[in-house]
Nanobody
Framework: QVQLVESGGGLVQPEGSLRLSCAAS????????MGWYRQAPGKQRELVAT???????YYAGSVEGRFSISRDYAKNALYLQMNSLKPEDTAVYYC???????????????WGQGTQVTVSS
């Protein structure tokens, strides 16, 4: 079994910063693409940022220049540094990772349980 656990969400004022973390655990053979998604109330889940196995990054236009995604390969961890936060960034943020487990050597997509980010004065 694989688990993704997010942390770091909370309440922050506009223009503030937060750093989200996601840790993957389990009998993991390899972790490929990883990413952050978010879902605001009444809206569909949307992609925020992704980082490939070789470190290539992609950002949604709404967060480019304000958010930074990174990963720690040794720890199978994913991070999202969020700066200059806006009220419209308020959402539940989810970690996603494509992981190959030793038991099957198959690649599957896993999701974390989500962490709430609220940007409000």
């Amino acid at each position: 079994q694989v688990q993704l656990v997010e942390s770091g969400g909370g309440l922050v004022q506009p223009e503030g910063s937060l750093r989200l973390s996601c840790a993957a655990s389990g009998i993991i053979h390899s972790v490929n693409d990883m990413g952050w998604y978010r879902q605001a109330p009444g809206k569909q889940r949307e992609l925020v940022a992704t980082i490939s196995a070789d470190g290539n990054t992609y950002y949604a236009g709404s967060v480019e220049g304000r958010f930074s995604i990174s990963r720690d390969y040794a720890k199978n961890a994913l991070y999202l540094q969020m700066n200059s936060l806006k009220p419209e960034d308020t959402a539940v943020y989810y970690c996603n990772a494509d992981i190959v487990v030793w038991s099957t050597l198959r690649r599957s997509s896993y999701w974390g349980q989500g962490t709430q980010v609220t940007v409000s004065s």
